[in-house]
């Protein structure tokens, strides 16, 4: 039928868009040279992302991977920029390796908010290649806190300090501006900011007609929008301070007096 096909890869050497295509006959004893030329319209190829969803607390830091792939052969497209956003707000920006893979650690503040974002990756696309996006879901949850409270012996009627110390349990960063409340015998005595070493400092003054003994000293946090309550129960040792008053007295040598206190 005198029809030839030759197999020619478009690779991205080649590049998208127009080119012209010659097709000659060199002749032979038989039969005159020809030429003819035409034109090869390469368009760009789509792509495609894909990554999954993502789960994080307060203070968690969160890994997102992504891979971005040729769509028509599978194949992984290194060297390209993507870009990850979280709520529509870009918060990094990427390049694939040779597998076609990108990689961004994402520390969740306490700005993040305890709530569930739209997390999406963009590739913008370039001379060869289509744009695409993909999107997920990074969900917060609040993070756990522990409170450490010590042990106080005392004695009525002294002034001490009832302290207490907050932090959250996945990476033991300390919490300042957070309410602490503290109760002795169950029975509430005042509230304290924490500090910037997330101390809460409550100055206390222990009654003169306190029991000696053991009494329990609760410090509390509530929680708040992204930490989780907690508390904490240390003792309060107390005795009582005493003191011996003698009254003046007076006699005559040889006798006997009557001597007495308190």
């Known amino acids: 039928s005198g029809t030839v096909s030759l197999s020619y890869p478009l690779d991205v050497g080649v590049g998208a868009g127009n080119h012209s295509l010659s097709i000659s006959f060199a002749g032979d004893t038989g039969y005159y040279a020809s030429q003819n030329s035409q034109v090869l319209t390469i368009a760009k190829a789509d792509t495609n992302l894909t990554q999954s969803d993502y789960t994080g607390r307060v ?3 969160v890994t997102f991977t992504t891979q971005l792939t040729r769509s028509t052969d599978g194949a992984s497209l290194s060297n390209q ?3 990850f956003q979280l709520d529509g707000n870009d918060i990094g920006t990427v390049t694939t390796d040779a597998g076609g893979s990108a990689t961004l650690t994402y520390l969740v503040t306490e700005s993040t908010g305890v709530t569930n974002h739209a997390l999406a990756v963009v590739f913008d696309g370039d001379s060869n290649y289509l744009t695409t996006n993909t999107n997920s879901t990074l969900t917060v949850s609040k993070t756990d ?10 004695s009525t ?4 300090n009832l302290t207490a110390t907050l932090s959250r349990t996945n990476d033991s960063k300390l919490l300042p501006n957070q309410t602490v409340l503290f109760a002795i015998d169950n029975i509430g005595v005042g509230s304290a900011v924490t500090d910037s070493n997330g101390i809460a400092t409550l100055s206390y003054t222990v009654p003169a007609i306190a029991n000696a003994g053991g009494h329990p000293i609760t410090a509390t946090f509530a929680g708040d929008s992204n930490y989780n309550a907690s ?10 301070d005493t003191a011996v008053l003698a009254n003046n007295g007076s006699g005559i040598y040889g ?7 308190v």
């Open 81 to 83: 920029t993507v870009r």
């Open 231 to 240: 508390s904490i129960t240390a003792n309060l040792a107390l005795t009582i």
């Open 145 to 154: 806190t522990s409170l450490v409270a010590t042990d106080i012996n005392t």
């Open 59 to 61: 203070g968690d830091t």
């Open 255 to 261: 006798r006997s007096i009557t001597l007495s206190g």
């Open 157 to 160: 009627g002294s002034t001490i």
